[in-house]
């Protein structure tokens, strides 16, 4: 913004100067001051538009589409529980996994032992190569073991 103002400050000054050295130099007195003024307006008024359009133009961005994954052929859950070795127990633990429930809160809802759910819970985490249960819940959705 500093650079703007100094730019208008110099091109005044500058446009000024021209004018009072053409009107001592090579024109008769005749002309009034209004003449000058005027000449001055035109010329920042039409530097004030160029400057306007050029800085408060849009800039274009392309927009290019991102592909989805290509969506999977719907598999058979069966055949997904065969392939990786999961129970349909251990699947019941990594839906409730996936709902946000705690271990305790998985043992009440499924009528089992605290030590069993953590069981179940580890034989997941081997069996889908996970360390968390972030982790898990996101590759059982990568393979269609769980709906988005």
């Not at 004018?19 to 920042?44: H, N, P, Q």
């Not at 030590?115 to 393979?143: C, G, M, P």
């Amino acid at each position: 913004m500093k650079k703007t103002i100094f730019l208008y400050g110099f091109l005044l000054a500058a446009f000024t100067g021209l004018l009072k050295f053409i009107e001592y130099r090579f024109l008769v007195r005749d002309l009034s001051i209004e003449f000058y003024i005027g000449a001055v307006a035109v010329f920042f008024t039409a530097l004030g538009v160029w400057a306007g359009l050029k800085f408060t133009q849009r800039k274009t961005v392309a927009v290019v589409p991102v592909t989805a994954a290509p969506p999977r052929p719907p598999a058979d859950l069966h055949s997904l529980l065969l392939q990786h070795g999961i129970s349909k127990r251990e699947l019941e633990v990594l839906a409730l996994i996936s709902q946000g429930l705690s271990n305790q809160e998985i043992a009440d809802r499924l009528f089992v032992s605290l030590n069993t759910v953590k069981t179940h819970s580890s034989n997941l985490f081997s069996k889908l190569d996970a360390k968390r249960r972030t982790q898990a819940i996101q590759k059982a959705k990568e393979i269609g073991l769980l709906n988005g």
